[in-house]
């Protein structure tokens, strides 16, 4: 499976999930962190689709995507050690653990595959 194939929809699920809490809860804050980060995810898994149509790997996507999860992993994390909460915090934390091993996983076995030429 290739990286921009889970970057892009996790990134649309952060954006909603910012929008969401600002919708119940007002909070700016939440809809902030939620649309940047996941603008900047989906930017990367663009980024990597596109080098993947040239059959390259995107060096500076597969950084940003893991730098990106680990983030959201340890900053949600602690406030889910904090609060308690499994929504959002709990939640975030949980996906975004799955999403840096991922990452991870990728960097390690060096990136996205390409298909074999058919003849």
């Not at 898994?45 to 500076?60: D, H, M, Q, R, W």
């Not at 499994?86 to 990452?103: D, E, K, N, R, W």
């Amino acid at each position: 499976m290739h990286d921009f194939c889970f970057t892009i929809p996790y990134g649309m699920l952060l954006i909603g999930g910012g929008f969401i809490g600002y919708m119940k809860k007002g909070s700016i804050t939440s809809f902030a962190g939620g649309a940047g980060t996941g603008l900047l995810l989906i930017l990367a898994g663009y980024i990597s689709l596109k080098a993947f149509e040239k059959k390259k790997n995107s060096t500076i996507a597969m950084v940003l995507q893991t730098v990106i999860a680990a983030a959201l992993t340890l900053v949600m994390g602690q406030r889910y050690l904090l609060t308690g909460k499994i929504m959002p915090a709990g939640l975030v934390a949980g996906i975004s653990a799955l999403m840096t091993c991922f990452y991870v996983y990728k960097i390690a076995t060096g990136g996205n595959k390409f298909p074999a030429k058919a003849e």
